[in-house]
C-alpha cells in the first residue's frame, strides 16, 4: 500500500535524522526484508535464532499464506514478549489479518503491539493503523482520539491527512481542508502523496481559500 510506503520513507528519514540505529524496513514489518544483511549482521548471536524465525514469518506473509503467518506472529508474541521482535511480529501479523480478511485480529495485534512495544516509534506506527481501520468502521471519533497521541514527527503529514480523511466521513468538510493543508505544507512529501491530497482538496468544492496550498 502507499501509505505504507510513506510510513517507511517517513521513519526512514527521521531516524536517519536523528541517529537512530534501527533498520527501518525491519521495524516497520512491511512483508518485505529490507536492510536484513545488515540488520543480521549487528543482532547479537543470543537473538539470532530469533531473528530467523521472525524472518521466516515475514516471507510467509509476502507468499500470502496469512494464516500461518498469522499463527507465527501469536506464537513469537507469547513466546518473546518483552523482544522488539514481537512487536514487529504483530505489525506483520495485523497485515496479514486484514488480508485474510480479519479485521478482528488485525485489531487485537495492533492493541498488543500499541500496549507493548518498545519504541514509541513502533507504537505511533500501529496507532495510525488502528485508526485506519476505526474510519472504515465508522469510529472516527476513537480514531481522532489515537492520532492525537501520536507524537512521531516525520508521520505529521501521515496524521494529518489521515485526520482529514475522518472528517470528511463526518462531514466536518472546512476542518477536513484544514487538516489537508496542513499536511500539503509539510516539506517532505513525496509526489504521490503531494498529489493526492490536492485531489481531496479539490474534491471538497471549498473553493479559493481553502485548498489553496501547494
Known amino acids: 500500500m502507499d501509505t505504507e510506503q510513506e510510513e517507511l520513507e517517513a521513519l526512514k528519514k527521521w531516524w536517519h535524522e536523528n541517529g537512530r540505529a534501527v533498520v527501518v524496513g525491519l521495524v516497520l514489518g512491511l512483508g518485505g526484508v ?3 544483511t545488515t540488520w543480521q549482521s549487528r543482532v547479537e548471536a543470543a537473538a539470532e535464532q530469533l531473528s530467523v524465525v521472525y ?6 506473509a509476502a507468499l500470502d499464506s496469512h494464516g500461518e503467518a498469522m499463527q507465527q506472529a ?5 513466546e518473546h514478549p518483552d523482544s522488539e521482535y514481537a512487536a514487529l511480529a504483530g505489525l506483520v501479523g495485523a497485515k496479514s489479518a486484514l488480508a ?3 479485521p478482528a485480529d488485525a485489531d487485537r495485534f495492533l492493541d498488543w503491539v500499541m500496549g507493548n512495544a518498545q519504541l514509541d516509534e513502533i507504537r505511533d506506527v500501529a496507532r495510525i493503523r488502528k485508526a485506519r481501520l476505526l474510519l ?3 469510529q472516527g471519533d476513537a480514531g481522532l482520539e489515537l492520532l492525537a497521541k501520536v507524537d512521531t514527527v516525520a508521520f505529521a503529514a501521515i496524521v494529518e491527512e489521515l485526520r482529514g480523511d475522518i472528517l470528511v466521513q463526518q462531514r466536518s ?3 477536513a481542508a ?3 493543508e496542513t499536511a500539503l505544507a509539510s516539506g517532505t512529501l513525496s509526489r504521490g502523496m503531494r498529489a493526492r491530497l490536492r485531489i481531496k482538496l479539490d474534491d471538497l468544492g471549498l473553493g479559493e481559500g481553502l485548498g489553496a496550498a501547494q
Do not use: L
Request: no cysteine.
Open 34 to 36: 529490507f536492510g536484513w
Open 74 to 78: 501469536d506464537r513469537i508474541i507469547a
Open 55 to 60: 524472518q521466516n514469518m515475514v516471507e510467509t
Open 173 to 175: 468538510m472546512k476542518a
Open 100 to 102: 485474510a480478511g480479519k
Open 178 to 180: 484544514q487538516a489537508y
Open 136 to 138: 472504515d468502521a465508522d
